[in-house]
Nanobody
Framework: QVQLVESGGGLVQDGGSLRLSCAAS????????MGWFRQAPGKEREVVAT????????YNQHSVKGRFTISRDNGKNTMYLQMNSLKPEDTAVYYC?????????????????WGQGTQVTVSS
């Protein structure tokens, strides 16, 4: 079983940048497809980006394409989300998740393990 801990959230102005990290422990990180999800108040959790086990294949939700970049370092058991050109509508709690099947699904229900979340707030 893998444990996930997110960090790097905070308050940033419109157009600013943040880098989220997701540190994994207690399992073999490289066997998991990984994803970043977010949930804003009153809204459902939605996928932001996903990455394959090797890191060679990534997916980005259309609203973040060209602004967010997902990556991972299997040697450091860590996944990242570089967020540039942030907008107020990006404000949410961001979660990292691990999928042991390796399918790299965009559905939150497919993921087996979750972090506790980190708050990202973008002020206008």
């Amino acid at each position: 079983q893998v444990q996930l801990v997110e960090s790097g959230g905070g308050l940033v102005q419109d157009g600013g940048s943040l880098r989220l990290s997701c540190a994994a422990s207690g399992g073999t990180f490289s066997i998991y497809a990984m994803g970043w999800f977010r949930q804003a108040p009153g809204k459902e959790r939605e996928v932001v980006a996903t990455i394959s086990r090797s890191g060679r294949t990534t997916y980005n939700q259309h609203s973040v394409k060209g602004r967010f970049t997902i990556s991972r370092d299997n040697g450091k058991n860590t996944m990242y989300l570089q967020m540039n050109s942030l907008k107020p509508e990006d404000t949410a709690v961001y979660y990292c998740a691990a999928d042991r099947s390796g399918i790299q699904s965009t559905s939150a229900g497919a993921y087996d393990y979750w972090g506790q979340g980190t708050q990202v707030t973008v002020s206008s």
